[in-house]
């Protein structure tokens, strides 16, 4: 007997829930999640994650650089699974939804799919990705990166946090460096939920992005040398300042990406070395990530950098910028069956929609470059993310994961009986 | 008999060693010294200061708020003495010479007075001031600032470093909360010497810089708060950037101080809170520190950096800034009679001289508001101090403590046997 899924639904308590429930891994003062990607608090959303996964029947493993992959079986276990899911880390002042919703949603749609006793005909696998948001480590999605081949293993293994330690090193800490092989649990395809983490969906009063698109990403690694001097007894003319210096590209980055048509620049990180009110900085280390998804504009915005900067350290007598592009992800353009099924799925539920272009990188525009993918969003507050204030609807979650479970079982199919 | 003092020398090689001696707490591997006032590296210093001037026949007394005063007897112990020294703290990444010349090279004349059996009419006393650099706590000078009451006893105490830690819990952690009152040791004139920390005698080739003012200081302590989100899907038009604000309030007051004769002006420190390379800076704390020699400059200075604030706070939307003054010396104008003594100590010693401006504020520019005071410059190489790579010659260092001595003799007297 066929299984009637037309009408099928997600819990939406149970999801808005564990959503709530895991924010406590790592829980901020200002109700927010500070968890770090490999840190003790990512063990523990991991163990948790880990053990219900396993009470909704499912098998899960690890791979050598911590993805988890939890596998619901399906009728036909030659066919590969449907992949969907997101990543637990968060940014060092992040939220509750980036990343969680599209993982949690994962194990809802498990979840709803036992309660309903369907059988999928080819298996699902929720993941986990490792280091989504790059803040502890660089580069940010590294461990879909690493399963896509963008990485080698041993490159991403190597990679130091600020105090030194290694990849390796941290997975090892918290006992998550797993046995299977990275690229080794293949998809036919991969559906990832996210909060939109931009204003364009709550602007436009639509619960849910089909999302075609994603912007490229440029990022850089800078340093500035000057020379610490005496902030009284040294004349402005004589000065080697790596502050001023910094202000001077920070300024030209944010006048570049405004000029270009949907470009952004950003300056994140500046640290200056040994700082005192009363020394001229002397060197600085800083990061620049700028995007779009054209990548003519893409292209602009690199050439356009590199002009100021060279300009900038021509003019500044004494003071060395070095710059190192240490990634560039190409626009994404995602797959037009996996487009086609999300906004399928989405008409069939009857949710208001636009189809959109992601702001943010995530592990779905690495897959993309290997195997079918999308992604669907849903609204964000006044489309704050990587920030505690960070926040979206239940009734939101609730439709994102309602379309991620009729996107997923119609790429993955109903098991005839 | 009296004794001859006019071809009195002080050691050369010992005031060398002396100095290189104690580059010891706190060395680093650049050959600089991290010294912070009231940290572990200090208190060894100071013991061995301590040991130093007690073996040199002086008695040493510590105040309330860590200054130590060596004195050396004279005959007329009804007079008080001539005051002469520095300070023995460092920057984070300073240098050998930045206040240690000025307080061993008094160390050098006490022991000089000994060695040729020279008793002075009045009694002589070395001080070293607790923090002069200012990097740990705020403000610098603090101990010669309380001295002369620009603070009270009870605030200096209370204020903290970045870890929290108060003055007064620094001073008991390295037991040197000392049991005299604060300006309890009275003086009849302050003379102190250093380094320039910058590049005029080194360019004219002179060797003495006799001292005539002082640059007054405004200190600023500024924050930023902005919103923090997401470096990909933060439109730049609805971006409200701490770090880009930050920038053009650096460029300004480069600008502002360049365009006015004889000022400077420096951003030194700038903390983005909670950094991460794909999330724009939400929140800044940053200092600024501005000089000038001219009291007219120096309110220009205040004027034109609170309409540059309020202009970028204005044009900025959704960006607050606020600016608190923690520090306003005015210009110092030193003491004529103690500038003619320099003067004349520097001619019979032969040195090439020169009046000069202090570009840095010293401990003896406090004192001067009340009692007479002045300084003796010496060349440091290429102008640079608050560095690891400050430096200076041992011919100079010798030359400076000599017109120290001559000096001192000059203003304590030669006791009649």
């Known amino acids: 007997m066929a299984t009637s899924t037309s009408n099928l639904q997600i819990d939406s308590a149970r999801l808005w829930d564990t959503i709530h429930e895991t924010a406590k891994f790592g829980g901020t003062k200002k109700g927010g999640v500070r968890r770090l990607t490999l840190g003790a608090e990512d063990k523990q959303v991991r163990d948790w994650f880990r053990d219900a996964c396993e009470a909704a029947g499912c098998e899960v493993r690890v791979d050598t650089l911590g993805s988890m992959f939890a596998l619901r079986k399906g009728r036909d276990m030659s066919k590969p699974p449907v992949g969907l899911g997101s990543h637990l880390d968060t940014q060092p002042t992040g939220g509750k939804f980036d990343g969680v919703l599209g993982t949690l949603a994962a194990l809802e749609v498990v979840r709803a799919l036992n309660d309903a006793g369907i059988e999928t005909d080819a298996p699902i696998c929720i993941v986990n990705w490792t280091n989504e948001e790059g803040s502890r480590f660089a580069p940010a999605m590294m461990a879909s990166a690493a399963y896509v081949g963008d ?87 004589l000065r080697r300042d790596a502050l001023a210096t910094l202000s001077e590209i920070v300024l030209a980055v944010e006048r570049n990406a405004r000029a270009l048509p949907n470009a952004v620049g950003t300056v994140g990180e500046a640290v200056i070395a040994s700082p005192s009110r009363n020394v001229i900085p002397g060197e600085i280390a800083f990061t620049i990530d700028m995007r779009s998804a054209n990548a003519d504009t893409m292209t602009a915005l690199d050439r356009q950098l590199r002009e100021a900067v060279a300009e900038i350290a021509t003019r500044r007598k004494g003071v060395d910028i070095t710059l190192d592009l240490v990634w560039n992800k190409p626009p994404t353009h995602f797959n037009n069956d996996i487009i ?68 997923v079982l119609s790429l993955a199919g109903v098991a005839a009986s």
Chains 1, 2 share one sequence.
């Not at 559906?191 to 990403?217: C, M, R, W």
């Not at 999308?374 to 379309?403: R, W, Y």
């Open 340 to 407: 086609a099924a999300v906004e399928t799925a989405t008409r069939s539920l009857g949710y208001s929609h636009r189809r959109i272009t992601s702001g943010a990188g995530h592990d779905a525009c690495n897959l993309n470059t290997k195997m079918p993918a999308a992604m669907i969003f849903v609204p964000c507050k006044d489309g704050v993310s990587h920030n505690e204030l960070e926040d979206a609807t239940q009734a939101d979650c609730a439709a994102g994961a309602n379309v991620l479970l009729h996107t």
């Open 151 to 237: 990485f080698t293993v041993d490159d991403i293994l190597s990679r130091k946090d600020s105090d030194g330690i290694s990849v390796g090193d941290a997975l090892d800490e918290i006992s998550y460096r797993g046995a299977i092989a990275v690229g080794s649990q293949t998809f036919s395809a991969f559906v990832e939920l996210h909060i939109e983490q931009g204003p364009l969906l709550e602007a436009e009063n639509k619960t849910i992005g089909v999302v075609d698109s994603g912007q490229g990403v440029l990022w850089y690694d800078g340093k500035i040398t000057g020379f610490e001097s005496h902030a009284g007894s040294t004349p402005m003319a």
